[in-house]
């Protein structure tokens, strides 16, 4: 029952917002170029989901969401990795820490826009790698600085008992910061999948294979059709719904409580 009340209300107000659109669309008679009915979208989709290559089309839906996916599953799961390890890295060297960390910092404002065409002259226009890239850029920096932040912001009396019980430096990290940065590695997963997904197919409007959610996007918005570009949006929003929802579960599993414990 708790849960019906949890999922009753989103989806209420996403069939409010549906209908709304589709009304307004048909009441203002707005063109279809101009914003698609939500009823012609899912046609679109239907359609396009499993339809054959050919009369001007790249791929089908099917296809194009999953190798988006593949790219963005594997640019999350490598920046999770690297931006974890190394956040264990500079908690454990203060140096490393001190000069890295504003470096990171920095070049996490750079725009994704930015690096795509860089990657691209870096790891070639036709292959994966150069998309995977950015995906892994954009997904390390989240990461890396909430857990360097869990790990590093703990509870002055948690490392007063280590220190009582003459506790090395690795039993400290394994007992203390790790648990005390898990939640902060939950909020970090959390942004970073759906960003995961938003990176992959920034990085394909810049280049790289075609049978992507990207270049189907810009395809059909070329030729006008906007109902099936929409179609593309719709699976490539469900593709990041479907990575923050694995992101929730994560977190379920590792951190039950929902944040570190403190000792007073």
């Known amino acids: 029952m708790n849960r019906l009340g949890f999922v009753a209300p989103p989806i209420i107000v996403g069939l409010c917002f549906l209908a709304i659109w589709e009304g307004g669309v048909r009441l203002f008679d707005i063109q279809e170029f101009l914003l698609p009915k939500p009823t012609s979208i899912l046609s679109a989709l239907r359609s396009e989901w499993a339809g054959e290559i050919g009369a001007g089309r790249l791929t089908n839906l099917r296809e194009a969401g999953f190798e988006t996916g593949k790219v963005a599953v594997i640019g999350l799961i490598v920046g999770v990795v690297v931006g974890s390890l190394l956040a264990l890295a500079t908690t454990r060297f203060r140096l490393l820490r001190e000069s890295f960390t504003p470096l990171a910092v920095v070049a996490n404002a750079t ?102 959610l990207g270049p189907v996007i810009t395809q059909n918005a070329s030729f006008a059709r906007y109902d099936n570009a929409w179609a593309a949006i719709v699976v490539a929003s469900a593709l990041g719904l479907v990575l923050f929802g694995l992101a929730l579960l994560i977190e379920r599993a590792i951190v039950p409580s929902g944040r570190p414990i403190e000792i007073d």
Do not use: D, K
Not at 146 to 153: H, M, P
């Open 111 to 212: 725009p994704i826009v930015a690096l795509a065409p860089i990657f691209n002259a870096w790891f070639g226009i036709t292959g994966a790698t150069s998309n995977v890239a950015v995906v892994i850029v954009v997904v390390f920096f989240p990461v890396f600085i909430n857990v360097a932040r869990g790990l590093t912001e703990v509870h002055p009396n948690q490392l007063e008992l280590m220190r009582s019980y003459a506790a090395s430096p690795t039993t400290v990290l394994r007992e203390v910061r790790i648990p005390n940065a898990l939640p902060f590695f939950a909020t970090s997963l959390r942004l970073a999948a759906p960003l995961s997904v938003i990176a992959a197919i920034v990085a394909e409007y810049f280049g790289g294979p075609t049978n992507r």
